[in-house]
């Protein structure tokens, strides 16, 4: 458990008291320097643990979820994050993380799929381009959807980071200034991946790359996949490769710098998932502000001290 996740959940709803009484050892995490939860994990497990369970963040949900895949034994998933995107697909309750506690007690099982990253595994995504770079920023963390809308266009337009290339299956991807790779496709219309996943068991990974060269095509943006700026696909593996040897991308929330070429793929019912019998469901998502995003794009690309680009537009293929 991760005492400082979700400005203090774990201690707000009494979480290490309410696990230990259901018989569980809990790991509080120190505070105050670095701790190494895969090798926490993997001690737990040495030490005869038959289920791991993680109260904190979605990147530190996926680092424990990578642990009990390899050793094929269940994931408890505690929503005590900010945002808690991975609870909100397997319909946990949100509002009051100790309700996910029940599933030690009346649980199913539920398997689902796993995403790695140069092998190293993420339950929502992996985010490239402008897409990481909004992962880097402070605010993003409070607020992942305002922060998009009003940081994506200014960032795509401006992106002069590493040029990247994907290729999904059989479909290229050139020069994307943003690129999002999910465990199963966002159930979504919109370009910044900010929807959530009808299923997490289909086995294949979701892909939106996103690449403008002028106010139309930003603009276009609010039409999600109908716009001819956005690809959007899914395949069972993804390679994305630059013009450098190390780009930043953003990891389940988390910032990291992963080594070209970066290969992205999917474990199919690799992760137990042991959750309440009985739980919320699934809610509404936070919707695109679209009139609030054109706005965005089209006074990013009206600035009079940014040159425009001449080059042409988008692979008409993709």
């Given amino acids: 458990m991760n005492p400082r996740s979700g400005g203090g959940k774990v201690a707000r709803f009494r979480l290490v008291e309410n696990a230990e009484a259901l018989g569980a050892r809990v790991a509080l995490l120190d505070e105050l320097k670095y701790v190494d939860v895969v090798e926490v ?29 390899d050793k094929g034994i ?17 319909g946990l309750d949100r509002e009051d993380p100790s309700r996910c506690l029940e599933a030690l007690t009346d649980g199913v099982e539920l398997r689902v799929d796993l995403g790695s990253i140069n092998g190293r595994s993420f339950v929502n995504n992996a985010s490239f381009g402008a ?6 920023r402070p605010e993003y963390r409070d607020d992942k959807t305002r ?31 943003a690129l999002l790779v999910s465990n199963n496709p966002y159930a979504t219309d919109d370009p910044a991946g900010l929807g959530r996943r009808a299923r997490l068991y289909r086995g294949i990974l979701g892909v939106i790359g996103v690449r403008v060269d002028n ?45 070209t070429p970066v290969s992205c793929t999917i474990r199919p019912a690799a992760l137990r998932v042991r959750v309440p019998r009985h739980r919320p469901g699934r809610g509404r998502a936070p919707l695109l ?16 001290d940014r040159p425009r680009r001449q080059t042409g537009g988008p692979n008409e293929d993709a």
Wanted: no cysteine; proline share 6%; hydrophobic share 45%.
């Fill in 147 to 177: 922060t998009t809308l009003q940081a994506l266009p200014e960032l795509l337009v401006g992106q002069s980071g590493p040029q990247l290339s994907a290729r999904a299956g059989e479909i290229e991807i050139e020069r994307p200034q």
């Fill in 131 to 136: 897409y990481a770079e909004l992962v880097r």
């Fill in 215 to 259: 106010a139309m095509q930003a603009a276009s943006l609010q039409r999600g996949p109908g716009s001819e700026s956005v690809t959007v696909t899914t395949a069972p593996s993804v390679t994305v490769t630059a013009d450098a040897n190390e780009i930043p991308v953003g990891l389940d929330g988390e910032a990291i710098l992963v080594r």
């Fill in 41 to 69: 994990a993997r001690a737990a497990v040495a030490r005869g643990a038959d289920l791991l369970g993680v109260a904190g963040g979605d990147g530190t949900q996926a680092l424990v979820a990578g642990v009990a895949a």
């Fill in 74 to 90: 269940p994931f408890l998933v505690i929503s005590a994050g900010t945002r808690n995107h991975f609870a909100l697909d397997l």
């Fill in 289 to 304: 502000d679209r009139d609030r995003l054109r706005a965005l794009a089209t006074i990013a690309f009206r600035r009079p």
